[in-house]
């Protein structure tokens, strides 16, 4: 009698191994449990080849320091400053990034009308 319930002990103590594998990749534990009671060896093989889930993966990635799209809503790099699934800006970023462009057009204007005025007075002073 002993030896059964130890052998039941056991079985139940390996019934948790597919069951854990499958929950660390975002599956649920206790149907897991139940299949690798029923089906040890099937669900043990089984557990080792499935992949994450999305959310589990995306869940990984915030936890890492990424951040959310608030357009797409996909998961990306914390110093992105456009999304690689929709292309679009960040809010914050789009006036800072517009603000830089327009200030290197303001300076790219500046330094031509500076070269133009100079070329203008050396070709009127070789005039006179």
């Not at 056991?10 to 069951?19: E, F, R």
């Not at 990635?61 to 456009?82: F, N, T």
Request: one cysteine or more.
């Amino acid at each position: 009698m002993d030896f059964l319930f130890f052998a039941f002990l056991w079985y139940i103590g390996l019934s948790l191994i597919p069951a854990f594998i499958a929950f660390n990749k975002g599956r649920n534990f206790f149907l897991w449990f139940v299949y690798g009671f029923c089906l040890f060896i099937i669900a043990f093989i089984h557990s080792l080849f499935l992949k994450k889930t999305v959310e589990t993966i995306e869940e990984e990635q915030l936890h890492a320091g990424g951040k959310r799209c608030p357009y797409c809503a996909e998961v990306i790099k914390k110093e992105a400053v456009v999304c690689k699934h929709c292309g679009k800006g960040w809010p914050f970023s789009q006036t800072s990034a517009s603000d830089i462009v327009q200030s290197k057009i303001r300076a790219d204007r500046s330094a031509e009308a500076k070269t133009i005025a100079a070329e203008a007075e050396r070709f009127l002073q070789g005039r006179r």
